[in-house]
C-alpha cells in the first residue's frame, strides 16, 4: 500500500486533530481513514493481567459487533488484544504508530498490522517515514489517539502507565474517559481505580459505553447457549472465571464433557481460546 501524506490544509484531515495541542502539521495513513465518528480508544498496560486480557477483549469484540471503530497503539498487552478482538468480532480497527508507516513495531504485530489494513481499518503515524519508535514519541502519539476517539477507555493499567497519559490527553481534547474498575489489591487496577476516584465514569460492560456514546448502535447481545452446559460456562466466563480447570470444577462437569463443549462453543463463535487453556466470551 502507498502511505499518503494528509496535511492540515487538506479536506480530507481529521477535524479532531486541528484542535489537539500540538496539532500535527499533517499525518501519514496506511489504509483508510474512517468516515464514521464512532471511535473508541482502549488503551491499558503492557503486561495486563488475565482479569485485563478477559475484559479487554470482551469490551473491544462487544462494540466492534455495535459499530463502534476500535483505536489503539499496536503495543503489546491491551492494545494488541482490544485489535485483535474488533477484528475477530468482524469489526474494523485503527492503530496510531509512534514510529514512521515504514516498519511495524513491535515487529511480532506485523501480521496484526497487515490483518488491520486488509480489512478495511488503517495504520496513522505523525512520523515520516524512517524515524523510529523513540521513546517520546510513544507520549506523543497518546494525544492523537485520545483526539481520534469520542471516547477512551482504559481497562488495566498500573499507576504510571502510559494509558493514563492518554486518558488526560483525552480529558484536555474535552473527550469523555471511560475506566474498569479492578481490585483493589492488584497493581494493574491502580490507575483506572484512580481515573474513578478523581471523575472518569466506570463501565462494565460495552453496553454502558454505548451508552455513554449515544450513537445508534447495532445492539450488543451475546450469543445465545444452546444447551444448559453452554448458558452455565458462560455465565462463568462472564463472572471471571478463565481457565479450563476452574470451568470443569466450578461446573460440574467431567473433563471429557467439557473439552467437547468448549470446542462446539469455540467453532460456533460463543468463545474464543487464548491459549494456556484460558478462554473468553467473544
Known sequence: MQ???????????PDALRN????PKSINVLGELPKSDNLVAIVGTRKPTRYGEQVTYQLASELAKAGAIIVSGLAIGIDGIAHRAALDAGGRTIAVLAHGLDRIYPP????????????GGALISEYEAGQPPLKHHFVERNRIIAALSRVTI????????GALITARDANNAGRTVLAVPGNITSPGSVGPNNLIRTGATPITSATDVVTQLGFLAHEVVPVPAQSRDEAVILKLLGEGTSTSEQLIEQSQLSAAQFANIISLMEITGKVRNLGAGQWVRR
Open 3 to 13: 502511505i499518503h501524506n494528509i496535511t492540515a490544509k487538506d479536506a480530507s484531515f
Open 20 to 23: 489537539v495541542d500540538p496539532s
Open 108 to 119: 511480532r504485530h506485523r501480521a496484526l498490522a497487515k490483518e488491520i489494513l486488509a480489512t
Open 154 to 161: 482504559v481497562t488495566e493499567a498500573g499507576q504510571k502507565s
